[in-house]
T-cell receptor, first 115, second 114 residues
Framework: GDSVTQMEGPVTLSEEAFLTINCTYT??????LFWYVQYPGEGLQLLLK?????DKGSNKGFEATYRKETTSFHLEKGSVQVSDSAVYFC??????????????FGKGTKLTVNP | GAGVSQSPSNKVTEKGKDVELRCDPI?????LYWYRQSLGQGLEFLIY????????KSGLPSDRFSAERTGGSVSTLTIQRTQQEDSAVYLC????????????FGPGTRLTVT
């Protein structure tokens, strides 16, 4: 079945550092890819998405590019802030061949940004 | 407008008891999903409702778990004869038909089975 693998961390960075969280996927069809974020004490929020190869999703300074050749969707941010401290989840949804809209998640990566 | 709401926010129950968890989706959203977030298993899909179509129950872990959605709106997830391994945060999400890639999540219900 479909699956998502992401670096589990935890990741600790200083403010203004560069962030990369790796995510790779396995899918039988042609999935859409997502990054969700869960801030402390809050619910899951969609951060960004990409629906086809070479698409770049971006939001709040975060970016991720859908790489079909490497089955990857790595999350990057050039300069992190303390407010970016959260748990980040990579996910996919595979509607190919009548598949369900359910999300398949990675295990999550906890990011802590220190001032 | 109001987001997805879930109740209760916390539930502590004894092993063997039945529990009901409620989800109120965003008004007008036709699709509703239940997920479970636990330390050991991460985030797992449980069940999906879309309008009047038959639900996708493929993620329910056992026949102790069931869910219904009345009137195309509110949903109830029922766990019978709870076990300690059922302890988790149960998340509900909803989306608009045609925009199923935009799932909006509720705050979750934290279930603790003692």
């Amino acid at each position: 079945g479909d699956s998502v693998t992401q670096m589990e961390g935890p990741v600790t960075l200083s403010e203004e550092a560069f962030l990369t969280i790796n995510c790779t996927y396995t899918a039988t069809g042609y999935p859409s890819l997502f990054w969700y974020v869960q801030y402390p004490g809050e619910g899951l929020q969609l951060l960004l998405k990409a629906t086809k190869a070479d698409d770049k999703g971006s939001n709040k300074g975060f970016e991720a590019t859908y790489r079909k050749e490497t089955t990857s969707f790595h999350l990057e941010k050039g300069s992190v802030q303390v407010s970016d401290s959260a748990v980040y989840f990579c996910a996919l949804s595979d509607l190919t061949g009548g598949g369900s809209e359910k999300l398949v998640f990675g295990k999550g990566t906890k990011l802590t940004v220190n001032p | 407008g109001a987001g997805v709401s879930q109740s209760p926010s916390n539930k502590v129950t004894e092993k063997g008891k039945d529990v009901e968890l409620r989800c109120d989706p965003i008004s007008g959203h036709t699709a509703l999903y239940w997920y479970r977030q636990s330390l050991g298993q991460g985030l797992e899909f449980l069940i999906y409702f879309q309008g009047n179509s038959a639900p996708d129950k493929s993620g329910l872990p056992s026949d102790r778990f069931s869910a219904e959605r009345t009137g195309g709106s509110v949903s109830t997830l029922t766990i019978q004869r709870t076990q300690q391994e059922d302890s988790a945060v149960y998340l509900c999400a909803s989306s608009l038909r045609g925009q199923e890639l935009e799932q909006y999540f509720g705050p979750g219900t934290r279930l603790t089975v003692t």
